[in-house]
């Protein structure tokens, strides 16, 4: 056990920000630290430097047990390195001794879409669950498998990257340096090109998004569209139907390959709720092999939402001082 006044601090690292916190044992979130990140094409210390502004902040002045990082990207097998982070500048660096090094404290780190399943199975919405599939939308895709309640990491720590499927050959180019990947046709990234594509089209002109972006699509963002479908604006629920059908068709290959109990969806763009999963529901089920002759597996958003990362993160940070060696999943 840690001792008496210190702080576990979680952290997840996502494509755009850092949200680092201190969680109970029972999941709630008690206080929490955001920073920016800094971006793929930066100086590695620039993000460092705002991991390290974010856990000191949590921490107010009590001294850190231990930190969980959920990191946006490739964590190899070993739980040391990110070995590649599409929208962030890590490519094989000592992650884990570098800032195990800089805070002077215990770390542990993981994919953090395995990170938000962890959550999830130990504390919501696959609690009892046997077997399920995480599905994080976000800047980009990231996903987890759980299989026999517990989270599967594979041979090379890097189950899961269900983002970088390719679902259309020659596609639209990836971050990650190929062609028609999944997270390219259904992510926060895809809702915010779908619309910034078509703002001045005269099918939507007169729009919420259109009059919005004023001539400048690059005034259009993930939050604004969420808010502009919730009011029914046109362009926004085009946006929202074709990110929620490319969700279910990328899910039904993925039930053909693991047939799980359940699927949960979260990340930034789960918050739209049936926005999202009302047409990947239709999408999922037109697109099934035998979908009359099995049990379609329920899809449902996260327990902790946005927090899942942070949330998991938090519980590697705590089993490094309640059990030795590395035990994340």
Known sequence: MSESGSVHV???????????????PAGEVLRTAHRSTPGRRVELELVEDALTEAVTEVAAGRPVAGVGLAAAGFVDAAGERVMFAPHLPWRGEPTLSRLSERWGTRVALDNDANC???????????????SALLITLGTGIGGAVVLDGRVVRGRNGMAGEFGHMQVVPGGLPCECGLTGCWEQYSSGNALVAFVRARVETEEYAGCALDELAAGDPLKITGPA?????????????AAYESVGSWLGVGMAGLVAAFDPELLVVGGGVSTAGDLLLGPARTALEASLVGRHHRDVPRIVTTAFGAEAGVVGASILARRLTSSPGRDQT
């Not at 959550?119 to 046997?130: C, F, N, S």
């Not at 569209?225 to 629920?237: K, N």
């Open 10 to 24: 979680g952290v997840d690292i996502g494509g755009t920000k850092v949200l680092a916190a201190e969680v109970s």
């Open 225 to 237: 569209v969420t808010a502009a479908a919730a009011r029914g604006d046109a362009l926004a629920l």
């Open 116 to 130: 938000a399943a962890l959550a999830e199975l130990e504390l919501g919405a696959a609690r009892g669950v046997d």
